[in-house]
C-alpha cells in the first residue's frame, strides 16, 4: 500500500510539473550501491494495472510485456515471461498464481524467482490526468531495487496497446544500455584494481631486492 501511495505522488507530481510537455518523458535511474551488470535473466512479475474502459486491458499489456520481452536481443538479457514461472510454480508446488490472493501470489512468486531468473520486473501503470508507465527492477536473490525506469505519456498519446509497446520497447532498451554501461564499468574497474596490485607488486619487489642487495654487503 505503501509503495502504491509513492506512485501516486510521484504521478500527481508529473503531471502537475509537465503540463505542457509536448511528448512523452523518460527517465531511468540505477539504485545507489547496487548494480544491473550481472543480469542475465529478467522475469516478468505480476503487473499493478487497474482496468479501465478505453484502455488496454491487463491481458493486452501482460501479452505486450511478454511480446517485447522476446524481441530482446539474447545478447542483452533473457526476460522470462510471467505465465510461464506460474505454470511451472503450480506444477511444483500446485499453487496457483493467479487463483491466490495479490498478496499471497506476490510472496509465493518472491520466494520461487530466483530458481528462474537473476533479476525480476514489475512493471506498474497509473492513469490519470496523464498515464505514467514504472518499471522496477528487484534482485531475485535479495528482493533490491536496482534499477527504476519511468515513462510519462505526452497529452496527445493515445492509451493503445501500439503505445504501450513501443513504451516498453523503450524500458527493454533502456535496461540493456545500462546493464552493457556497468558491465563496462566494472571491467575498467576491475582493470583499474588490477594495475594497481601489479604496481604495489613491482615496488614490493624492488624494495626487496634493495633489503637484500643491502643485507649482502
Known sequence: MKKFVQILIVTVFMTVLCPLASAYWEEGKPQEGQ???DIKTLA???PLYIEKKGYPTLA????VLNARGAKVSP???KVVPYDVIAKDILQTTGKDLYTLNRIAAVRVF???VAQYADAYLVPTVTTSRRTVLFFEVYSAATSELLYTYQI???PDDLDTVGTYSDMVSLFYDALGDEINKQKGDKVAEEKKARKEREKEERKAQREREKA???AGK
Open 44 to 46: 516478468i512479475a505480476a
Open 152 to 154: 510519462i505519456l505526452a
Open 212 to 214: 637484500a642487495e643491502s
Open 75 to 77: 545478447k542483452k538479457y
Open 60 to 63: 493486452e499489456y501482460i501479452d
Open 110 to 112: 518472491r520466494n520461487k
Open 35 to 37: 548494480t544491473v551488470a
